[in-house]
């Protein structure tokens, strides 16, 4: 409707052009002088909010390294299906992002090469194997990504077996050769034997019962070890722990990662860094597991996604996007900081409106 009072201010003026002046000023009016009348409101200016989301900072740090904001990359398998230029690819744009990415140990660019590619932060993630010679080969690989220069192991235990994956399966997928295990494995045929590797039995389906290896894992690097695949609350003495359910790659029927959060981190009680993965798609995603008591938490797919479409520059936007959404949303949340996300910003499903 034209001229419709956009405000109660405006509200006001109507009636005093409506109603005759002594129904107005009755209305209207005040004591003697209506100083107060006046001050009643003009108080209120003086009252600023103290929330200045003006300026919103996102940095924080994870194991002590500062990252731009709580955005990490997940480790994922075979990025050069995805581009040819593969995880370095996908290094050199969570460098260029201020972030972190965690290398799969099932790349398809070696540890060397993504160390090479630019100098930045970065994690590993490796598996659990299960007979003695593949031991040899983990110890191996672990210790070449200390020397190389990663700053922690993340060791994935969501996946005792490989999830069936029907889709791999109708597409009669091969797996490309795993660049880390060359020369670990004995090629003297076609390579049949390092897909042999990456099948089942590369994974060891006693660990979930086996925590005392990770004793074994710390005996054979100085760096930090981080648990990847947790969705129960565990006792077993590590750096750090990241609620996945592999983006539900592996048990079908888990539960929904973001289900869980809560209830790890309270079992935690900020003893170790809670990370998080699993259905981060934005930046209000992001914000929701924040506030139930994520450190931060890692891409998987988003990455992989930008990196077909648009190599090194589509991580980097992916990245930059689901940051500025973030931004946006702690902006229209009052939080000028990460520190300023609680969890009275979020209710779920089960909690009373
Ligand atoms: C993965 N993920 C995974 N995790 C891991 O520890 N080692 C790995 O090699 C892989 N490989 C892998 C390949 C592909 C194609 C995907 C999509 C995922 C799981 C990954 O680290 C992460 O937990 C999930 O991807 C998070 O869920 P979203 O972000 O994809 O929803």
């Avoid at 996102?58 to 194991?63: A, I, K, Q």
């Avoid at 220069?149 to 005792?160: C, E, H, M, Q, V």
């Avoid at 139930?292 to 980097?316: H, N, P």
């Avoid at 900081?337 to 779920?348: M, Q």
Wanted: net charge neutral; hydrophobic share 40%.
């Amino acid at each position: 409707m034209e001229g419709a009072p956009v405000n109660v201010n405006e509200f006001q003026e109507l009636p005093r052009k409506a109603l005759p002046k002594m129904y107005y000023d009755y209305y209207s009016g005040g004591a003697e002088d209506e100083y107060t009348l006046k001050q009643n409101v003009e108080a209120f200016q003086g009252i600023t909010i103290l929330v200045d989301v003006s300026r919103i900072n996102l940095s924080t740090t994870v194991l002590g390294y500062k990252i731009s904001a709580p955005i990490l990359v997940a480790p994922s398998a075979k990025h050069k299906w995805a581009h040819p230029e593969g995880e370095v690819a996908t290094a050199r744009a969570a460098a260029a992002c201020d972030t972190i990415m965690i290398l799969s140990y099932r790349s398809t660019c070696t540890i060397e090469e993504v160390a090479s590619s630019c100098n930045a932060v970065r994690f590993f993630q490796c598996y659990v194997q299960n007979t003695r010679g593949e031991i040899y080969i983990y110890a191996n690989i672990v210790q070449r990504a200390e020397r190389c220069g990663y700053k922690a192991i993340f060791l994935t235990i969501d996946s005792p077996r490989l999830g069936r994956k029907e889709k791999d399966i109708k597409n009669k997928m091969v797996n490309p050769q795993l660049k880390n295990f060359e020369g670990l494995i004995s090629t003297q045929d076609d390579g049949s034997n390092i897909e042999a590797f990456d099948a089942n039995t590369a994974f060891d389906p006693l660990f979930l019962g086996r925590y005392r290896d990770i004793g074994w894992l710390r005996s054979i690097t100085n760096l930090p070890v981080l648990l990847k695949g947790v969705l129960t609350a565990v006792e077993v003495g590590v750096d750090g722990i990241v609620v996945s359910n592999h983006g539900a790659r592996q048990l079908d029927y888990a539960p929904p990662t973001i289900s869980v959060l809560e209830e790890v981190v309270g079992a935690v009680k900020g003893k170790v860094p809670v990370l998080f993965d699993g259905g981060i798609r934005r930046g209000t995603d992001v914000l929701k597991a924040l506030a139930l008591g994520a450190q931060a938490v890692l891409i998987g797919r988003l990455a992989v996604y930008g990196l077909a479409a648009k190599g090194e520059y589509g991580v980097k936007r992916v990245i930059e996007m689901l940051r500025d959404e973030l931004e946006l949303t702690m902006a229209l949340s009052g939080c000028p900081t990460l520190n300023h996300i609680s969890r009275k910003h979020v209710r779920t499903k089960h909690e009373r409106p």
